[in-house]
Every structure is written in C-alpha cells, then in structure tokens.
C-alpha cells in the first residue's frame, strides 16, 4: 500500500537526521499520472523532498534530497545530504541507507525526466509519460548504475527488483516538525499586539486580593507565589523577566545563571514596583534554592509554605529550619503564607526522543513529597515551563509563536504528566536572556502566566479565606 505508515516515518526521520519530521504529500504517479510533466508541476522549488517507489514485490525505496526540483535541462546539483535508501521490503522491515559519495551529482534535474539520483543515474524512475497497464500499475523505463551514491557491498540497484511493476510513486515535501505552526493557536490567549499588553499591564497593576469578590483592597497586603524546580530550570530568570517589564529595560535583580550548583542559596521574597515607581504591586515572587539530587529540602519548602521563613534565610541542607532557628517566624500571618506553588521545568532538557526526563528520578520524588504536602494544604499548583525558545526555533524567533508550536504543546503535556497536573496548568514561557531590552512578545508571556498565577491564588482564598478577608481582619500596612 502506498502510504507512509507510523513505523516508516520514525525510520525516515532516522536516516534525516536533525530531529523530528513532517511530510507533507505533493505528488503521487497514480493521482498525478507518471508523467515528467506532472511532477515538475507538484514538486518543483519545494526544498528538500523524499520520493518513495512502492512496487508489486513489496519493495518500497527511493532517495531523498535537501535541493529542490527544477525544470531544466540535464544540470547535476550538490547536495551532502542526499541519499538513497530501501525504506522496506517483503520479509525485511529493516531500512538500508545509500549515503551520498560525490555530493557534486546528487540529483539530476531535468524537465523529460521523473526524479533522478547521481550521475549514473543511481536512480531515474521514468523519462517522458509511463502510461498505466490495465491492472493499474506501471512498468516504469527506470534506470538505475550505482555512480555517485555508496553501493559496498551493494547498491540499491542490488536489492531491490529491477524488472517488478509499480503501484505508485510518491513525492513528500519534508520539514522540520518544530517549524511547523499550527493555523489554529492551541491556547487561545494571549494576544501578542501592544493594546493587549497594556491590557495586562493595567490588570496586574490594578490587582488586590479577591477584588472581583468584593474585597477591599487593604484587606491583605500581598498574595505570595513559591517558585520550586531543579538547578538550572531558570526560577530567578523568570523573575528577572517579571520585574523587567514594570521597569521597561531588563534588569537582574535575583541572581541567575546555568550552573551545576544552586545559584539561589536563600530564601528571597521580591516584592515587584509598578511602573511608577509609587508603590508596590499586591504580589510577591518567591525564590527558593534549586532541587537536586541528594540534598534534600522538603522540610523548608514545608516552613515556607506556612509563613515561618523569613525573607533572607540562607538553606542549610543539614541542618532544617526549626522553631528554635533565629528568624524563625512563629505566629505568621495569612499575608507571610504561599497561596501558589509553581514548579519550574526547563523545556531544553527534555527529550521524549532519547527518554531525557525533565527531572532526575531523585528530584522528582522530592517534588512529589513537596506535591502530597501542598495539596494537603490546598494550595494550588502551576507549572512555568520555561526556555521554550531553546526547544523550537520558530519560538526562538519570535515567542509569539509559542501558541502555534506543536511541539511546545507535546512538551506543554509531557510537563503535566511528569508531574501528575492538567495541561492546562502548565505555561510555557520565553525568559530575557540575550535581549538588551524589553520586547512585547516576552512582556506579554510573562504578564499573561503572572495573571495565571494570580487567578490560581484567588481561587485558593476564595475557597479558605473568603469570610475572613470580607472582615478586613488583616493589618494593610507594608513592613
């Protein structure tokens, strides 16, 4: 059958190389006739290609090349990528690859001739129209002698059967998966224009506690966000990027870094400044040393989720804060607890191609520990899955495309799954790295996921402390 099934696209991707493909069908000799004509028509200027023989014994080969197709007239072209290759046949599934061994003549264009592979030609399926039997099929006027493409042991002209009729001939355009965006975005917010960032600006800056519940706005100082995940997953970058958007030029205020070592050694609460500087925002981002293996610090996260860490204490993997430790807050308020919990991945590390996990299994148990503490709590949980841009190069771009990547959705749902939450709760996210200044696409991530966070933390005081805030039982004055 002459259709590219599940298991051949995994061994064509393969023998490619360079990660993931798509293959998009542009011509077929049993559609399109098997005519010279008709292929120029469908596959010419199109890239790189792959075109597929299937015939009556079971055989399936062709070539596949990084140059496009052209009308011409007998003119080799160079390519170092192309090759040959028997994709299956009957009784062997096991792809054999002819790679190319005098780039100079790796395809040979010609306006009378079908494909055509090295100068011998290595591989010309048909010259001028091959009309169909009556049983469908085609005897192709193919020519085959091994020339510019490896044939030791033997050629693919060794292999296959020379003489059988074919069913079909099929050209696919090919390309990378990860620069494939989607027509449809996969979340349908964010905007990315500059009248929606100002939008979100105005809502984060305008944000109190349960306002739309009608709460004062003096009735808690500050809802409070813990950012937990591995070394190196970039928690204090993408506080970094927050706090850069309300000053409008990037700036480094938690310390940040690829190192093999925490670069976050205390526990810091970053109060964040709205853009006039008059007054804080009613939010604070809370950074904590990053989880590896074998140093454990479950029993801080606890004391940090109900208020008794205070902002500067410096992590002491043997020695856990206790009520007896200096600062040790004992009786602390609702506005000193954690009302959200976002765990940090780095989305550059994972690879469900080579079983890369987004966690080691020792850092993935403390979070679980961390997990069955925080829903005991009831607080809720978020995942900021972040370097998107490292992970597809059309994101890198541009982070407005971030919605329309396929292949940040797949990690999107591979985040949530490797730590038992929703898709919907993962955010993806483009930090400031190599920007020298502030940019709207990444202004409007970071706002759009802040506002995430800020939802989530109304949602847990809504259902806990609705009653109590309506009293404005809580002290508003800023320490």
């Not at 003096?218 to 506080?239: H, M, T």
């Not at 299994?361 to 809720?380: C, F, L, N, S, Y």
């Not at 970071?446 to 966070?453: C, E, P």
Request: proline share 5%; net charge negative; glycine share 6%.
């Amino acid at each position: 059958m002459a259709k590219l099934t599940k298991e051949d696209k995994y061994k064509l991707q393969n023998l490619i190389g360079d990660g993931p493909k798509a293959f998009e069908k542009l011509y077929s000799a049993k559609e399109n006739g098997c005519d010279a004509v008709a292929f120029h028509k469908h596959c010419d200027n199109r890239g790189a290609t792959l075109t597929l023989v299937y015939n009556s014994v079971g055989d399936v080969y062709g070539g596949f090349t990084t140059a496009s197709w052209q009308s011409v007239t007998n003119h080799m072209v160079y390519d170092t990528s192309a090759f040959l290759c028997l994709l299956r046949r009957e009784g062997n599934t096991e792809a054999i690859k002819f790679s190319i061994k005098l780039p100079p003549s790796a395809i040979m264009l010609d306006e009378e001739s079908g494909p055509a592979f090295g100068s011998g030609p290595d591989l010309q399926l048909f010259r001028g129209k091959i009309s169909p039997e009556a049983d469908g099929m085609f005897i192709l006027n193919s020519s085959m002698v091994p020339t510019s493409y490896v044939s030791l042991p033997k050629s693919l002209a060794d292999e296959i059967t020379g003489d059988a009729s074919v069913s079909d001939i099929m050209v696919y355009s090919v390309k990378d998966a990860s620069e494939q965006l989607m027509e449809i975005p996969w979340r349908p917010e964010p905007r990315f224009d500059k009248e929606y960032l100002n939008d979100l600006m105005d809502e984060v800056e305008g944000y109190w506690p349960l306002k739309d519940m009608g709460v004062n706005e003096n009735a808690l100082q500050n809802v409070n966000i813990l950012f937990i995940g591995p070394i190196g997953a970039g928690k204090s970058s993408f506080l970094n990027s927050v706090e850069s958007v309300f000053r409008g030029h990037v700036t480094m205020s938690a310390s940040a870094g690829s190192r093999t070592k925490s670069v976050t050694s205390a526990y810091r609460q970053y109060p964040i400044t709205a853009s006039d500087n008059r007054q804080y925002l009613r939010f604070q981002l809370c950074d904590c040393r990053g989880l590896d293996d074998g140093n454990n610090i479950t029993k801080d996260i606890e004391a940090i989720l109900e208020g008794h860490m205070p902002d500067n204490y410096t992590f002491n993997i043997s020695n856990p804060l206790t009520s007896t430790t200096h600062g040790f807050r004992k009786d602390p308020k609702l506005k000193d607890k954690i009302h959200c919990v976002v765990y940090v991945l780095d989305a550059e590390k994972y690879s469900a191609d080579l079983d890369i996990s987004f966690v080691t299994a020792d850092v993935r148990d403390q979070i679980k520990d961390i997990q069955d503490m925080v829903d005991q709590k009831g607080i809720p949980q978020l995942i900021l899955l972040n370097k998107v841009d490292n992970a597809c190069t059309l994101t890198k771009q541009n982070a407005a495309n971030v919605y329309k990547s396929e292949k940040i959705l797949m990690k999107c749902k591979d985040a949530g799954n490797c730590l038992g939450l929703p898709p919907m709760t993962v955010m993806p996210m483009k930090n400031y790295y190599m920007e020298p200044s502030t940019t709207d696409d990444i202004s409007i991530l970071a706002l759009y996921n802040i506002r995430q966070m800020l939802r989530a933390a109304d949602t847990f005081l809504r259902v806990n402390h609705l009653d109590e805030l309506r009293s404005d039982k809580y002290e508003s004055s800023y320490n």
